[in-house]
């Protein structure tokens, strides 16, 4: 029997986060809202205390599960983004996992969206 590749979560955030100067924060979020694991970019500070980021991560799960009630109707969500004054929210749906991720907000849209791709690309098996 094959042994089954161990991922490493670890890298995977590292990679989504050194995509671009302008990110900020990545994580990889299990469907019950926990943090598997994330990084605050060097250099950036966050702009949500600790216990904050576990709250919203875990409304981030809850809103998940609520979007998969017009799936059959309407498809499967292919991003979330939320542009806020003082940062974008992104938020990417893999098969097990829920990747979310922050930006500067003043990002050109064309920029998100290749972003946004090679993330889909970096994440497909977890």
């Known amino acids: 029997m094959a042994a089954k590749k161990k991922i490493d979560l670890l890298e995977i955030v590292q990679k989504i986060i050194n995509l671009d100067p302008k990110m900020r924060f990545g994580a990889v979020i299990d469907s019950k809202g926990n943090i598997r694991e994330a990084i605050m970019k060097t250099g ?3 702009l949500k205390s ?6 919203f991560c875990k409304q981030v799960a809850q809103r998940r599960s609520m979007r998969k ?4 109707t309407l498809g499967k969500v292919r991003y979330v983004h939320v542009e806020r ?12 996992n829920i990747i979310y991720f922050t930006m500067e907000p003043e990002m050109p849209v064309n920029t998100k969206i290749r972003l946004i791709n090679r993330i889909k690309k970096i994440t497909a098996d977890i």
């Open 69 to 72: 009630e017009f799936d059959r």
């Open 50 to 55: 600790q216990k904050e980021e576990e709250h």
């Open 44 to 46: 950036k500070t966050n």
């Open 85 to 96: 004054e003082k940062v974008s929210q992104m938020v990417v749906y893999s098969k097990r």
